[in-house]
């Protein structure tokens, strides 16, 4: 009896034994799964002020950040800019010489019937203008003419206002002018020209002179601003590949050389329509008139060739609504970076062109 006792209090210290070893082991895994390895070295405390990045450096940052995104930017958006800002960078690449500027005029003043040329002495534009008719007839390219065909390479470069202020200018100038309306499509000297009160009465134009309704005579009309006589363009629905092209034209513009000291004739652009190139075979001189900072380069070179295949040279181009201070502020030396350079053997290719093609005409 007694053997059995000890035997059964055994097998309880065992199994208390065996339980606590068992709990032992539990709890040594657990502390293995939940120490990562690591041990508190000190507390963390609440800072006292605020802690980030400074105010002053971040915008600092962010200034030359933006400042050098747009530089980048506003190179290549030059780069990719092709109109023409330059006076030396467009006879560079034409190989044509530009005889004069013409500052832009107030919308206001380009609306007044004669605001166009009526501007005080000493207004820019005026000055411009003069400046202009004396080049014509001191250069040697055009000192001879006494015929002149005004145009553009697209529409809205200004050229009939162009036309109409030097026409009117020549006239003040003590010569006798005449400024024909040889653009069938839009027509904007009738309405720059003619008092309003007087657009709708009937008047005698091209249309009536290539009929034969109507002389030299007839179809002048008196400029109401200057000693200046103007002729209206053709009337609606008239044929002007008959017209402009065949022998009245040259007819018209030889009876108006006998008659007086200049003749200049406004054109439709030359890229629009042939009639610039028809118009231009029976005059001494093309003026082309290129608007400044809104005409593409490649557009006044697209144009010029198309007239010297036509055998229709061009000696003089014209800068037109010119803002003067950014016209001086931009200088050679930055055109030079964007601007297509011509070499010497390419620079008269269009004389070369426009002579063959002229003697071409000749011999047919």
């Known amino acids: 009896m007694k053997l059995d006792a ?3 209090e055994a097998n309880a210290d065992r199994a208390v034994y065996e339980s606590l070893l068992g709990r032992s082991k539990q709890i040594v895994d657990q502390n293995g799964l939940v120490d990562p390895g690591v041990r508190l070295i000190s507390e963390a405390t609440a800072p006292s ?26 190179f290549i958006l030059e780069r990719l800019d092709d109109r023409v800002r330059s006076r030396r960078a467009i006879e560079a690449a034409t190989g044509v010489a530009v005889l004069g500027s013409l500052p832009i005029l107030p919308w206001r003043v380009r609306r007044r019937t004669a605001g166009i ?5 000493g207004h820019a534009f005026a000055e411009a203008i003069a400046s202009l008719q004396w080049m014509l007839r001191l250069a040697p390219a055009t000192r001879r003419s006494a015929t002149f065909v005004v145009t553009s ?6 050229k009939t206002t162009a036309a109409l202020a030097l026409a009117r200018s020549v006239a003040l100038a003590g010569r006798s002018v005449v400024l ?13 020209a003619l008092p309003r009160r007087h657009r709708s009465d009937p008047v005698n134009g091209l249309d009536a002179y290539f009929r034969g309704s109507a002389g030299i005579d007839d179809i002048l009309t008196r400029d109401p601003a200057t000693p200046l006589q103007v002729v209206l ?18 007819r018209l513009v030889e009876q108006l050389r006998e008659r007086f000291d200049v003749v200049i004739l406004d054109a439709p652009p030359a890229l629009s329509t042939p009639d610039a190139a028809r118009i231009g075979s029976v005059v001494d001189a093309v003026l082309f008139l290129v608007r400044w900072e809104s005409t593409p380069q490649e557009t006044v070179l697209a144009a010029l060739q198309k007239l010297a295949l036509c055998g229709v040279p061009v000696p003089a181009l014209i800068l037109n609504q010119v803002e003067r201070r950014a016209h001086q502020s931009y200088d050679a030396s930055r055109a030079g970076i964007r601007e297509r350079r011509l070499t ?9 062109m426009a ?3 002229g003697t071409q005409i000749r011999e047919a």
């Open 6 to 8: 000890l035997t059964r």
């Open 49 to 74: 002020r605020p802690f980030g990045l400074r105010l002053g450096p971040a915008l600092a940052l962010g200034l030359l950040g933006g400042a050098a995104g747009g530089l980048g930017l506003a």
């Open 117 to 121: 040329w009526a501007q005080p002495p």
């Open 153 to 158: 390479a697209v529409p809205g470069e200004g």
């Open 180 to 192: 024909v309306d040889a653009d069938p499509y839009r027509q904007g000297l009738s309405r720059m």
């Open 233 to 250: 363009g053709l009337g609606p629905g008239a044929d002007t590949k008959e017209q402009l092209e065949g022998a009245a034209m040259k």
């Open 344 to 352: 010497k053997s390419s620079l008269g290719r269009f004389a070369d």
């Open 355 to 357: 002579d063959r093609a």
